[in-house]
């Protein structure tokens, strides 16, 4: 059994049917990506998972329990939490606000302390600026404070929504190396995003979404050589 | 140069435009200074040094001498312009189309100089005006705080007379005050003088010494730290508690009427401020409230005949369920479609209650009368004076519940819903349910202002409850500070208290709200006592633990 589980999910924006039968599985501690162009349904998907949206069909499960059909905060609470496209930090909050903000699913307040310190001890870049306004903040840390508020939320499996989107090139190095440190720590990712490359080298598996079907689902070596892949994504000839 | 010329101009029309829609001459029957200077005149020199001292402010690179000629120019122009509607008003009859431009309106303009020597006097008028701007952007911060503090407190003074007078006649040493400060209309010239050199001298040793003798407060132990909280909370209860006793019965009545808009502006401060659901239609809680006790108390409609107290529970509950049936079908609304929503809630409310259908209910366009007054330990509340003890109990009630709510986790849940609903969602906060306990919570709050207000005036009518209720309210929640508690109380002393203190302003009530709100967002957004968060937003840079990085 995989840690997440989603089944021949289809979705509908009203008439348009945007996942048409998408499966997809991410095992415990493993980063799975999910790459495709703009308008393939990646966000479709993170969005149908999350319980933001709800699909027609299929089913979603997490640790074998289905929720496909749970309000978007008892998934939240389950343990599937999202880092949002576009970081969507609390702007007027302080960061350590806005970290309390992402424990909010939990009570025990020792154990919001416990990862409280944790996700600095992970960014030490947020404990420095602990109480600035996260609206200040430069794009590279609101993506840490992103990041670091959802693991507030202790999760089972982190869905990134496209974390390198409108960072400078610098920055998305650190926000790769971030990810890839996550994983050491040994957390769950399926890690969406459309710079394919850095995407595919972090990742273990990968799957490749067109016009809201997996075309193509493989390790992330075998994607890296494949001719598709390359041209499509990869920009190689 | 050119930017002077244009505020020059715009000081000009706003100054013509106050004359013309009567402003001035209904402001000029109060005196400041009696004899004088009116309150017209303060009106008129208030708007002159606002634009002039715009002008100073607005002078590139700072250069004194540029900004003391762009503040005469600009007051040398809103002179002229004054100058031009005298002119005009004398060749001219301009009554036909404005019929506030009477021959008075120019008696007052000119000083009672007549004409000719009018001219020259508003001209002068202006270039005063913009050379004290000007004195008063070059002079040091200190000089111009004093200056700005102890002229206020004259013009306020003058202003508020009819409260100050019967405040101090009722204590020994400062009875003896009033013979000096105040005549039957206005101050009194040395007292006038006499009251800008105390302030003055006050405000410059607060300045000076206001620091150490803050330093010396916050450097007490602990212990008598809270010693001196709890006596500070202590004397502001006692004088809340004397304070009809003192101020008389048109007072306190003024005072319930604030107290009325408090308990409204804590209420839609949940909905609004805390959680960010722009409500156009609060005042259909209100009606609610009202009519509940109404149906339930009245004699008149003979249904239930309960007592005040007895129908109290019920109609907040009532108020509560109604915020849930509001809130169910606006859940997915979001910044305008929901305040459209809410808007259309308020009107059919009041629709509803002046139904012909539902007459023998609600009691159609007569509305329902006879309702009991409350009665505490056997004692009926039926004064403004007694009711205001009511009132004070409930604010205190629920200003205490706003602020236990706002540090709570509920609280932090609105917070983050004002936020960002998505996110919000997405850290596990259920939207449904805590969308609905702000409109639940609001509406209650609303339900009681509107139980206290039906038991005290006896009677509720459909006409009570129209959206310009709504517009108040959420006007002062916007002026005090959009989701502080303590802003609701000032934005209702603002908006609510001094249009009933001033009976010049009744008529220009909107005006003043629609001048003030402008004014406000653009000098100060964040409200008059905002919330940290929202000054934190809004002056960022300004405070020192907080600086960008890049």
Redesign the interface.
């Given at each position: 059994m995989s840690l997440l589980e989603i089944e021949n999910v289809h979705t509908y924006y009203g008439q348009i049917h945007t996942l048409k039968g998408v499966s997809l599985t991410v095992d415990q501690g493993e980063i799975v990506t999910l790459i495709g162009a703009n308008g393939a349904g990646k966000s479709t998907l993170l969005k149908t998972t999350?319980g933001?949206l709800r699909p027609r069909e299929g089913s979603i499960r997490l640790e074998g329990k289905d929720l496909t059909h749970d309000?978007?905060?008892?998934i939240?609470?389950k343990g599937l939490?999202?880092v949002?496209e576009g970081r969507?930090v609390?702007?007027?909050?302080t960061v350590t606000e806005n970290l309390?903000?992402?424990a909010?699913?939990i009570s025990d307040q020792k154990l919001i302390k416990e990862n409280l310190d944790r996700v600095f001890q992970l960014f030490p870049r947020l404990k420095e600026?602990h109480?600035?306004?996260a609206?200040?903040?430069?794009g590279g840390?609101q993506q840490m404070l992103a990041t670091g508020?959802a693991l507030m939320?202790n999760p089972r499996i982190l869905l990134m929504d496209e974390p390198s989107m409108g960072l400078a090139p610098i920055l998305v190095d650190g926000i790769f190396e971030i990810i890839r440190k996550l994983h050491t720590d040994g957390t769950t990712i399926l890690l969406v995003e459309q710079n394919a490359r850095m995407a595919l080298q972090v990742a273990g598996r990968g799957y490749v979404l067109q016009s809201g079907v997996v075309v193509l689902s493989d390790s992330a070596q075998n994607l890296r050589q494949n001719e598709m892949v390359r041209n499509a994504y990869l920009g190689e000839t | 140069m050119k930017q002077a010329i244009k505020i020059g101009l715009i000081g000009g029309v706003v100054e013509i435009l106050l004359a013309l829609i009567g402003m001035i001459e209904a402001f000029s029957q109060r005196y400041i200074i009696i004899d004088i200077i009116s309150m017209g005149h303060t009106l008129i020199f208030l708007v002159a040094l606002l634009m002039t001292s715009l002008s100073a402010k607005r002078t590139p690179h700072g250069n004194p001498l540029r900004a003391m000629i762009n503040a005469l120019t600009s007051g040398l122009i809103i002179g002229g312009f004054l100058a031009v509607l005298v002119v005009m008003g004398s060749l001219v009859n301009l009554r036909k189309v404005f019929i506030n431009a009477s021959p008075l309106l120019y008696q007052w303009l000119t000083f009672n100089q007549g004409i000719k020597a009018g001219i020259p006097l508003l001209l002068t008028g202006g270039a005063l005006c913009g050379f004290l701007a000007g004195l008063l952007f070059l002079s040091s911060k200190l000089f111009r705080r004093v200056l700005i503090i102890s002229l206020g407190s004259v013009v306020g003074a003058g202003v508020l007379q009819d409260l100050l007078r019967p405040t101090f006649a009722l204590w020994g040493p400062l009875s003896v005050m009033n013979e000096w400060l105040f005549s039957a209309n206005g101050l009194t010239l040395y007292g006038a003088i006499g009251l800008f050199v105390l302030i003055a001298a006050l405000s410059y040793v607060w300045a000076k010494k206001g620091n150490v003798i803050r330093a010396n407060l916050n450097g007490l132990s602990p212990s008598n730290q809270r010693v001196l909280r709890i006596t500070t909370f202590l004397t502001l209860i006692m004088i809340l508690l004397v304070l009809p006793q003192i101020l008389g019965l048109f007072l306190s009545e003024v005072l319930t009427i604030v107290g009325l808009y408090v308990l409204l502006g804590l209420g839609l401060n949940i909905v609004v401020g805390f959680a960010g659901l722009l409500d156009l239609g609060y005042v259909a809680f209100f009606a609610i409230g009202a009519y509940s006790i109404a149906v339930l108390t009245s004699p008149e409609l003979g249904f239930f005949n309960l007592s005040f107290w007895g129908a109290l529970p019920f109609a907040i509950f009532i108020g509560v369920l109604s915020g849930f049936l509001l809130g169910i079908p606006v859940l997915k609304m979001r910044g305008d479609y929901l305040a459209i929503a809410t808007l259309g809630f308020g009107e059919i409310i009041r629709i509803l209650v002046l139904s012909d259908v539902l007459r023998p209910w609600l009691g159609g366009a007569q509305g329902i009368g006879k309702i009991p007054k409350a009665h505490i330990a056997g004692i009926e509340m039926a004064t403004p004076q007694q009711i205001y003890y009511l009132i004070l109990a409930g604010c205190l009630l629920v200003g205490f519940i706003s602020w236990r709510l706002r540090d709570s986790r509920l609280g932090r849940a609105w917070m983050a819903v004002r936020e960002d609903e998505d996110v919000a969602q997405a850290m596990g906060i259920n939207l449904i349910s805590t969308k609905l306990l702000a409109f639940a919570t609001g509406a209650a709050f609303s339900a009681l202002s509107g139980a206290i207000f039906a038991s005290k005036l006896g009677s509720v009518y459909p006409h009570s409850f129209n959206v310009m209720i709504s517009i108040n309210i959420i006007c002062l929640v916007i002026v005090g500070g959009m989701g502080s508690i303590p802003g609701v109380l000032v934005g209702a002393f603002a908006l609510v208290g001094l249009p009933e203190l001033l009976r010049e302003f009744a008529e220009y009530r909107l005006l003043v709200y629609g001048a003030a709100l402008v004014a406000m967002m653009l000098l100060r957004p964040e409200g008059l006592w905002p919330e940290p968060l929202q000054r934190r937003e809004l002056h960022e840079g300004e405070s020192s633990d907080a600086k960008p990085n890049h």
């Open positions: 999350s933001l309000p978007p905060h008892e939240a609470a939490v999202q949002p969507r609390f702007g007027r909050l309390e903000m992402g909010f699913a600026r109480k600035q306004v609206g200040t903040l430069s840390e508020r939320a | -």
